[in-house]
């Protein structure tokens, strides 16, 4: 039977515009990115994670493909499990495992790939690039250039709702600035991909799941309650990083 004009294009336009409703998620905002494996992590690198003592982590580390001597934080900064592809890694709490570690690598791959491959935004080049002192609501954000954080930032939103904040250059966050969920928003659906460098400012804190095609670095002090994944290294000063509940 032939469907009414009106019915087909109403389709085509919860399709073109993202709809959470149209991809069957039960909050605003695109569909989550799946994390896979990956998910497990606080912090996962595949080139080395940098450490100035004392650092706080909750949650599981690792590192793949290189040596786990290439993790530098020790067994008392974290609470979880660090995970490593040899017997090089911190000691005596390392679990050398490359096959697990193997495949929490490509999935974070694949989740960046997921959340880059996003398209038909809500919003394309928000502020110029620079977000800090607005209210970003849930939605797929798109920016081609660099992103700035210079001021205080909020997302506000339902716990189920979610933003995927594609980012072409680098993520730079200002010190002393805050990453500030409301309205019942969660950290885990949060998803910041960005193809270039990410630097937390010192004593900044941050909200979501950096996706980082490159490296990622928290100054002195800086927190995160969410997941640090980037696909070269990530370098810590003293931080928190807290991964978010599921």
């Not at 905002?29 to 450490?51: C, E, Q, R």
Request: proline letters at 4%.
């Amino acid at each position: 039977m032939t469907k009414p004009l009106m019915w087909t294009t109403a389709l085509v336009i919860m399709a073109v515009s993202g709809s959470a409703s149209a991809q069957g998620n039960s909050g605003l905002g695109p569909m989550p990115v799946n994390l896979g494996t990956a998910g497990a992590f606080a912090i996962l690198s595949k080139s080395g994670i940098t450490d100035v003592y004392a650092s706080a982590i909750v949650g599981d580390v690792g590192t793949s493909p290189i040596t786990g001597a290439a993790l530098l934080l020790t067994c008392g900064e974290v609470t979880g499990k660090l995970y490593v592809v040899d017997a090089a890694g911190p000691l005596p709490c390392a679990i050398n495992d490359a096959t697990s570690l193997d495949s929490a690598v490509l999935d974070m791959g694949f989740a960046y790939d997921d959340a880059a491959g996003r398209v038909f935004p809500d919003f394309t080049e928000l502020g110029a690039g620079e977000i800090g002192g607005l209210t970003l609501q849930p939605g797929l954000y798109k920016w081609g250039t660099s992103l700035l954080i210079t001021t205080d930032v909020t997302l506000t939103g339902g716990p189920d709702d979610v933003w995927i904040l594609q980012v072409a250059g680098t993520l730079n966050q200002a010190n002393g600035t805050r990453v500030t969920l409301a309205g019942g928003a969660r950290a885990k659906n949060i998803f910041w991909q960005v193809a270039g460098a990410v630097t937390l400012g010192t004593t900044a804190h941050f909200e979501g799941i950096v996706l980082g095609k490159t490296m990622i670095a928290a100054n002195t002090g800086a927190s995160v309650n969410g997941r640090l994944l980037a696909q070269t290294a990530v370098t810590l000063q003293m931080n928190a990083v807290t991964q978010p509940a599921r």
